[in-house]
């Protein structure tokens, strides 16, 4: 064979690089268990499972509040959220934690918590309905499930065979306590990255546009965060969110973007303060 | 009249004894298609040039690993492959039987997305023959008392080397396979034949060879409609050196006047024999009508770069289907052409002249992460086999052979 | 054919210039390595064809290429398809793309709709013979089934009585001990409480009645 030929093939190949295309191609390919594992029918499972035992550890910190007209109150108002906005294959739960602290927590599969400390800082329903809504939002983009990459783990059987045969290499060998370990502290320690959090009261101001709440609560509720920060009562907060300045400023260019400074919403301060007065 | 002719024909026997076995005993190279590699392609046949889209496809189609799915994947396969050929009617009356057996790990691959370009790594051995035999005949010609043959043959090539494709726009991208080809064959004879008038032969030959070459391969996949897809890919194998070598040595007596003939030192030779393997030319269609099946033909055209073979077209086909998400199904056909030229009157052994078609069937079972693929591929083939040395008398022959493959793939 | 479907999604979502980018960038080099590949094939197969093609070579090639090209062109010149499903209770379709906007329909969780454009935080869908704009978080592309149990509920309702009390008071026992292995080392520092989850996960929602309660006015 003609060498010079042989060095055409090879220089067409390195030039094609230069024209490469980016974004998904093909997607008739997808044969039908990676549409299946793709649209995360089994992972939905394994969400929960994995949501479950974060939400135990976080009740193992603080204790649940079993006040069942306060918690009914606060689910009607999550539930009514998730139902609309929220992911249809879940259940959300929402839980009052007996603390001073404030804070709000969302663990994967549904599980959205909110401080007694966070519940006295609040005016209005439209704040209420802001913080819940910016834990779905961390629920529906599965931001705690993409930084743990728990979608890699695979304990069945065929996986033990594979492993076996050597052709498996799983990538979270991480034992499964171990990764629910790490949620917790990004929970209680690390936080999310800064984009995720701006995604999340984002897609909360989104969602309060949508039900008719008033947008400005949302933000006054983060300012009013703000000597909090300081004493202490909202240490864990501060440790695990971007600074107020950051959110606030995204949150007024997100809402100018949008058209939405003259958006008149209701606050049902009257409500809120009957449903949570005793607290 | 009749005595003589009787005479001689028992002479011609002795002979044809002594010389029948120096046919070339190594793996077949008169057939591609020997093994099929990597767990869905072998399950359909061997048809994956317009799919070729996981760690497998880096040996079928280099530019189908640009659409594999997910960022990692790494594959590895085991073969048990049985060989059995049968020459009818060729030591007296009884058959010749050889069989061969190998268990390998056929096939390993790493594969890695990134962007749009794909890279792979890759181990084949697209060919493994080892057979044993120890025979025994007693009587098996009037003029024949005893004779044992012992051979052993090993025959194996490897393939390993890199991969890298690249997506061009939403329905075309190119890729380049470059593997080292490396072939060990070994094989050592023995046989031992006393005559009924006491005269004897004693032959041992021990042959090896090694080949060291590169194989690039070149390919691209085109999709011209949604759910269709074209690929073609085109490989030679170059040697760079083939050392050969061989030890024989030959005794024989004669009883009538108790000399031994020639040949009684143990002769070394050396040699350098690089064959030129075919260059192929391969092209494919898949058909992906639902997420649950799958239709593909290919054509495989081999053209012969040596001089006293043939130019070949193989055909495969294969189909693919999923009974749910966890659970799918593959069935193919192929065909397994000689690149012998056809046979005719002036024929001489050594020659073979057989082809063959093949089946195959697999299951394999899927979870988030891995799949365990489990297969059977059955061929069969009949034809004819000039065996003895210097003479145009040919002995029908058939080969079947049973290939039980289990492999494993993952997403890493 | 396949390619006939497409012709239904609307042409205007791509102007001429990004086609012709696009096409000649990819006809480059798809003509090239074509070319060569098809010169190649020609002269293996050389000895099968007679000489009066050989000649005919390059105007087949061409012709080839040709074709292939415009088919390349014409499957690309058009949108993808995306289905996307509501996901919502309450999904509003406006005709504008803004809160304030009209509402022309109310459309039930599951529909399947087609997007057509987007503009910010709106998506403008059509659904059968409806056209308007929706929320973007009220639609999405997983095909909409039903709520999952909790693994909490499935024990509570699979189990019988006398099961329940042993699962139960395991539970309670790792909720104060923490998490240990057989030897009593423990695997994680942490403390865990699932009483008082399981306790969250009976308490009643309903999602209609939630609905309904937020849009009440006080």
């Known amino acids: ?279 | 009249m009749k005595k003589d002719f009787r005479r001689k024909s028992l002479l011609f026997s002795i002979l044809i004894y002594s010389c029948f076995v120096a046919a070339q005993l190594k793996a077949d190279d008169t057939h591609y298609k020997n093994m099929l590699v990597g767990e869905r392609a072998a399950t359909m046949g061997g048809t994956y040039v317009a799919i070729s889209d996981d760690s497998t496809g880096c040996y079928y189609n280099p530019a189908g690993i640009a659409y594999a799915v997910g960022d990692s994947l790494s594959g590895s396969g085991n073969v048990l492959h049985k060989m059995k050929t049968v020459y009818s009617e060729t030591i007296g009356t009884e058959d010749w039987v050889r069989e061969s057996e190998t268990l390998v790990p056929n096939y390993f691959g790493v594969l890695k997305k990134y962007k749009s370009y794909s890279f792979c790594f890759s181990y084949v051995v697209p060919e493994a023959f080892i057979e044993h035999q120890d025979l025994v005949f007693d009587n098996p010609l009037s003029t024949v008392k005893k004779y044992y043959q012992s051979l052993h043959s090993e025959d194996i090539t490897y393939l390993i080397g890199p991969s890298g494709a690249v997506r061009i726009g939403d329905s075309f991208s190119i890729g380049l396979t470059l593997y080292y080809h490396y072939r060990s064959f070994m094989r050592q004879q023995h046989y031992f034949l006393e005559a009924t008038d006491g005269s004897y032969e004693v032959f041992y030959e021990s042959k090896k060879q090694r080949e060291d070459g590169v194989m690039p391969k070149i390919g691209i996949q085109w999709s011209p409609w949604s759910l269709l897809t074209v690929g073609m890919a085109l490989d030679q194998t170059f040697l760079i050196n083939a050392p050969s070598q061989g030890d024989l040595s030959y005794h024989n007596t004669d009883n009538k006047t108790g000399t031994a003939s020639l040949f009684t030192t143990m002769n070394r030779t050396k040699s350098e024999v690089k064959r030129k393997l075919p260059t192929h030319l391969a092209f494919g269609v898949a058909y992906f009508p639902t997420p649950s099946q799958l239709y593909t033909v290919d054509l495989d055209y081999y053209q012969a770069q040596e001089k006293g073979r043939a130019d070949i077209m193989n055909y495969s086909g294969g189909t693919e289907y999923y009974l749910n998400p966890t659970n799918a199904v593959r069935f193919g056909l192929f065909t397994n052409y000689t690149n012998l030229p056809n046979t005719d009157s002036s024929t001489v052994a050594p020659y073979e002249y057989i082809d063959i078609l093949g089946a195959s069937l697999g299951y394999t079972s899927y979870s988030s992460s891995s799949s365990i693929t489990l297969g059977a591929i059955y061929t069969y083939g009949s034809g004819k086999a000039w065996l003895y040395s210097g003479s145009t008398t040919s002995r029908n022959m058939k080969r079947d052979s049973l290939t039980l493959l289990f492999s494993a793939s993952s997403n890493l | 054919m396949f390619w006939r479907k497409k012709i239904r999604v609307t042409l205007t979502r791509t102007d001429l210039s990004t086609i012709l980018e696009d096409c000649f960038m990819r006809s480059v080099v798809f003509v090239f390595v074509v070319l060569l590949l098809f010169r190649k094939m020609a002269e293996l197969l050389q000895k099968k064809f007679n000489s009066l093609l050989l000649r005919k070579k390059k105007i087949i090639q061409i012709f080839v290429v040709v074709f292939l090209l415009s088919m390349d062109f014409y499957s690309s010149s058009f949108a993808k398809e995306e289905t996307h499903y509501i996901k919502g209770l309450g999904a509003v379709l406006r005709e504008q793309p803004s809160i304030q906007g009209k509402t022309l329909t109310k459309l039930p969780r599951g529909t399947e709709v087609h997007a057509i454009e987007t503009k910010g935080i709106w998506h403008k869908v059509e659904s059968g013979e409806k056209q308007g704009w929706i929320l973007r978080g009220q639609i999405t592309k997983v095909p909409v089934k039903i709520k999952k149990l909790t693994l909490g509920q499935k024990i509570r309702l699979n189990s019988a009585s006398g099961r329940r009390v042993r699962l139960r008071t395991y539970t309670a026992v790792v909720g104060v001990k923490g998490l240990v292995d057989s030897k009593g080392e423990k695997i994680s520092p942490y403390k865990t409480d699932y009483v008082a989850l399981e306790w969250l996960e009976k308490q009643p929602t309903d999602e209609e009645n939630s609905v309904l309660f937020l849009t009440l006015a006080e």
């Open chain 1, 1 to 279: 064979m003609n060498l010079f030929r042989n060095h055409l093939w090879f220089y067409i190949f390195i030039i094609s690089f230069a024209f490469a295309s980016f974004g998904n191609a093909q997607e008739f390919r997808l044969r039908a268990h990676h549409v299946y594992w793709k649209n995360q029918e089994a992972n939905t499972e394994r969400e929960i499972d994995f949501g479950r035992s974060v939400s135990a550890k976080i009740l193992g910190k603080y204790p649940i509040l079993r006040n069942e007209q306060k918690v009914r109150y606060i689910s009607q108002i999550g539930t009514g959220i998730s139902a609309q906005l929220g992911r249809p294959e879940l259940r959300y739960y929402f839980g009052i934690l007996d603390t001073d602290e404030i804070n709000a927590f969302a663990a994967p599969g549904g599980y959205i918590f909110v401080t007694k400390g966070a519940l006295k800082l609040m005016r209005n329903e439209a704040q209420l309905a802001g913080v819940l809504a910016h834990e779905l939002a961390h629920v529906d983009q599965k931001h705690i499930v993409r930084k743990l990459n728990l979608q890699g783990f695979d304990r069945s059987l065929t996986a033990g065979i594979a492993q076996v045969l050597g052709g498996a290499s799983l990538s979270a060998k991480i034992a499964l306590e171990r990764l629910n370990d790490l949620a917790f502290k990004m929970l209680m320690e690390e936080g999310l990255s800064k984009e995720d959090e701006a995604d999340a009261d984002q897609k909360a101001l989104e969602m309060l546009m949508s039900l008719g709440y008033d947008l400005q609560s949302y933000l006054d509720y983060l300012q009013s965060l703000k000597p909090y920060l300081e004493q202490g009562q909202a240490k864990i907060l501060s440790k695990t969110h971007p600074t107020i300045e950051f959110r606030y400023n995204n949150l007024r260019e997100f809402i100018i973007k949008n058209d939405l400074e003259n958006f008149k919403g209701k606050k049902n301060e009257k409500r809120f303060q009957k449903k949570i007065a005793t607290l």
